[in-house]
């Protein structure tokens, strides 16, 4: 078993940027693949993005392509999101999420691929 906790949200003015980790301890960190999806009020929670347990491969949702950046650091059993660009629809609960994984290479970005789950970290974005 895996656990997760978020830090680094915070308040940011549109086109300012944030940069969120997800710090994980328990089992070996480097077994799982990792994702960050959100959740806005009164919406359902949705996939942001995913990297496989190497690092090397990565998978954007389309409202974020470009302006986001999943990067992990298997040494520090930690993920990040580097988020520039923000916008407000951006405004959201970020929820770090993990799954072991059976293959080095596999991503996953649905929500019920994955088994472990962090508390979240609030991002608001003013416009």
């Known amino acids: 078993q895996v656990q997760l906790v978020e830090s680094g949200g915070g308040l940011v003015q549109g086109g300012g940027s944030l940069r969120l980790s997800c710090a994980a301890s328990?089992?070996?960190?480097?077994?799982?693949?990792m994702g960050w999806f959100r959740q806005a009020p009164g919406k359902e929670r949705e996939f942001v993005s995913t990297i496989s347990r190497s690092g090397v491969r990565t998978y954007y949702a389309d409202s974020v392509k470009g302006r986001f950046t999943i990067s992990r650091d298997n040494a520090k059993n930690t993920v990040y999101l580097q988020m520039n660009s923000l916008k407000p629809e951006d405004t959201a609960v970020y929820y770090c999420?993990?799954?072991?994984?059976?293959?080095?290479?596999?991503?996953?970005?649905?929500?019920?691929?994955?088994?472990?789950w962090g508390q979240g970290t609030q991002v608001t974005v003013s416009s």
């Open positions: 999420a993990g799954r072991a994984s059976a293959y080095s290479e596999s991503y996953y970005y649905r929500t019920q691929d994955y088994a472990y």
């Open positions: 328990g089992r070996a960190f480097s077994e799982y693949a």
